[in-house]
């Protein structure tokens, strides 16, 4: 079976860090690309973060740009998202993303207070 489990999340004032982690299983994680979805309290997931598997090019929600860090390895079958500068907007259930077969797993809850 496919899992995707991520940990890392905590509350956090504005203006801190946490770094996020997600650990793959059941499929081959370095044929793939992989990401971050969050969702915000009474809104809809939306995309943060990816990278990809071929060229580890990335993509950042404008919001999140020059403030989080996407990196994986691949050995350890691990997809991580550093989160700096923190703001309370950026509070949501994170999810480790797979967009090639739209799957997410459990969340971890960031919550930023201002």
């Known amino acids: 079976d496919v899992q995707l489990q991520a940990s890392g999340g905590g509350l956090v004032q504005a203006g801190g860090s946490l770094g996020l982690s997600c650990v793959a299983s059941?499929?081959?994680?370095?044929?793939?690309?992989i990401g971050w979805l969050r969702q915000a309290p009474g809104k809809e997931r939306e995309g943060v973060s990816y990278i990809s598997s071929s060229d580890g090019s990335t993509y950042y929600k404008d919001s999140v740009k020059g403030r989080f860090t996407i990196s994986r390895d691949n050995a350890r079958k691990t997809v991580y998202l550093q989160m700096n500068n923190l703001k309370p907007e950026d509070t949501g259930v994170y999810y480790c993303?797979?967009?090639?077969?739209?799957?997410w797993g459990q969340g971890t809850l960031v919550t930023v207070s201002s």
């Open positions: 059941g499929f081959t994680f370095d044929g793939y690309s």
């Open positions: 993303h797979d967009p090639d077969a739209n799957y």
